[in-house]
């Protein structure tokens, strides 16, 4: 079992930054393979970025590419979401979420991720 804690999530204006923690509990973060994803009200949630247990391969999704890093530490159990050159589309709920296996077919699959956090909220003024 773990438990994600995201921090980091705010109210900034459209080409400002920000950066959201997921803070993990447990000895074994990194075993499991961490994404992110958000979800605006009304809408599905959102694949944003995934990164393997070992940090080596990061993914994005289309609409963050180029402006959104994710990393991981996992000396301090932590994994990190890097957001450049924000646009107001970009404001949602932000969660992370950790899986045990990966599959390249399904890494942006919401329900194929096996724990979750409570979600951060990101804003972006026009």
């Known amino acids: 079992q773990v438990q994600l804690v995201e921090s980091g999530g705010g109210l900034v204006q459209a080409g400002g930054s920000l950066r959201l923690s997921c803070a993990t509990s447990?000895?074994?973060?990194?075993?499991?393979?961490m994404g992110w994803f958000r979800q605006a009200p009304g809408k599905e949630r959102e694949f944003v970025a995934g990164?393997?247990?070992?940090?080596?391969?990061?993914f994005y999704g289309d609409s963050v590419k180029g402006r959104f890093t994710i990393s991981r530490d996992n000396d301090k159990n932590t994994a990190y979401l890097q957001m450049n050159s924000l646009k107001p589309e970009d404001t949602a709920v932000y969660y992370c979420?950790?899986?045990?296996?990966?599959?390249?077919?399904?890494?942006?699959?919401?329900?194929?991720?096996?724990?979750w956090g409570q979600g951060t909220q990101v804003t972006v003024s026009s």
């Open positions: 979420a950790a899986r045990v296996s990966f599959d390249y077919a399904d890494y942006e699959t919401p329900a194929t991720y096996d724990y």
């Open positions: 447990g000895r074994t973060f990194g075993s499991y393979h």
């Open positions: 990164i393997r247990w070992s940090g080596g391969n990061t």
